[in-house]
């Protein structure tokens, strides 16, 4: 049974390297809104088109404005920061019971 765990191991370094990549485009993407960048630059577009699915869901159902600063990509990285701290550790936790067995 081991190739199983080794599987789900491999499953939670893909998981967990996609979560890292996305909170640094999110962290980029605040980065940006402070400096007001050409918005028709391909690279500012393409993190605001990754990015903007997921701000936008949050901000629809939470209010994450206080004082006229939006707040949802700091949720959005707790909740990468979670499901790092949860998910992947649990898929890691569960694979040594394929690899250990």
Not at 31 to 36: E, F, G, R, T
Not at 38 to 65: G, M
Not at 90 to 99: G, V
Request: charged content about 10%.
């Amino acid at each position: 049974m081991a190739p199983l765990g080794y599987f789900f191991v491999a499953l939670a370094k893909v998981i967990d390297t996609v979560l890292w990549l996305y909170m640094w485009i999110i962290i980029i993407r605040a980065v940006l809104s402070w400096v007001s960048p050409d918005p028709y630059n391909p690279i500012v577009r393409f993190i605001h088109n990754i990015t903007e699915p997921v701000l936008y869901q949050l901000r629809r159902r939470l209010p994450v404005s206080f004082g006229g600063i939006d707040l949802s990509p700091v949720i959005v990285i707790l909740i990468i920061i979670f499901l790092q701290n949860f998910v992947v550790q649990s898929l890691l936790y569960f694979s040594q019971s394929f690899i250990h067995s």
